[in-house]
């Protein structure tokens, strides 16, 4: 019987002394980080035509937006490919990593926050004016820049932490990240597009919520909270019965049920590492303290 081969082997360069990984493995991680960066490139123009298409009176479904809102989740997905490609073929290196970083500062920073930007509060309903239009787009203009600055942040602290530990540490055989991935809060705000049908909103107190939504996800990316990072799962270990009734599904809710399954899962895992952290402190709170020493007694 033949002995099986796995995929690391296969790329191994058999002229190689130290037994490097052929340079054509190199390319196949950097592929997936260029459909990334693709696609964030496509979002920003996506979101721009969309607001040229609003700005002509067109305030109902925008297929504009709705498309940036897709690819942008199609980004998430690639972006958590191209790491797990790299790991699997032993194909890591500096320069994959920087790349990496910066097509996520433009898939899942620029481009959500041109989005969040002419989605969210720049089509305000014209009825409010003076005053309280400025500090709405006062307020939405800092919003934007947070979300961006602090998602850049959150790359940069990535890429110089070796082994980071949140502030509230799990369980020892799993993997986190510290602070909101920026791909996940990227996919909040897509997710949220998509839901509401990609028409713009208008009503002032909707996009005070907005405006505030994102400043909570920038807030959240710089923080120590944990995050799930699920790199323990590993794609080619053999999967269980329960696995697979899940995995299918995950695509039949995704294919039927896109935009209410995409909004709950966005909202779910953004939410768990505040619920994490608050009820790390309820817990630190009500934790039985143990009493000083009793004092020994004269014999």
Not at 92 to 110: K, Q, Y
Not at 181 to 204: D, F, H, K, M, T
Not at 238 to 260: A, D, E, G, H
Request: positive net charge; charged residues 15%.
């Amino acid at each position: 019987m033949t002995p099986r081969i796995n995929l690391r082997e296969r790329l191994i360069d058999p002229n190689s002394p130290d037994r490097r990984p052929r340079r054509a493995a190199y390319a196949l991680p950097t592929f997936f980080t260029a459909g990334n960066l693709f696609l964030g490139f496509l979002a920003i123009l996506k979101a721009i035509e969309g607001a040229l298409w609003a700005s002509s009176g067109n305030y109902g479904h925008n297929p504009h937006w709705q498309l940036a809102a897709q690819v942008i989740g199609v980004a998430v997905f690639l972006d958590g490919l191209d790491g797990r490609i790299a790991r699997l073929t032993n194909t890591v290196s500096d320069f994959g990593r920087e790349l990496d970083s910066l097509a996520d500062v433009i898939s899942f920073g620029i481009a959500p926050a041109v989005l969040a930007f002419v989605w969210g509060f720049y089509f305000l309903d014209p009825a409010v004016t003076g005053e309280a239009r400025n500090y709405i787009n006062q307020a939405g203009y800092f919003a934007i820049f947070l979300f961006v600055v602090c998602g850049a942040a959150r790359l940069a602290r990535f890429n110089i932490t070796t082994n980071p530990v949140p502030s509230n540490p799990g369980h020892p055989g799993k993997k986190y990240f510290v602070g909101l991935p920026i791909p996940a809060a990227a996919g909040v705000v897509a997710a949220i597009v998509y839901a509401e049908n990609s028409e713009p909103l208008r009503w002032w107190p909707m996009v005070v919520a907005w405006i505030a939504l994102n400043v909570v996800l920038a807030l959240l990316m710089i923080s120590n909270w944990r995050y799930r990072s699920f790199k323990d799962f590993n794609l080619l270990s053999p999967r269980s019965f329960k696995s697979v009734v899940l995995t299918c599904v995950f695509f039949y809710l995704l294919w039927n049920f896109s935009k209410p399954f995409l909004l709950v899962l966005a909202v779910v895992y953004t939410g768990s590492g505040i619920v994490v952290r608050i009820g790390g402190l309820i817990r630190r709170i009500f934790r039985p303290h143990a009493g000083p020493p009793a004092a020994e007694q004269a014999g």
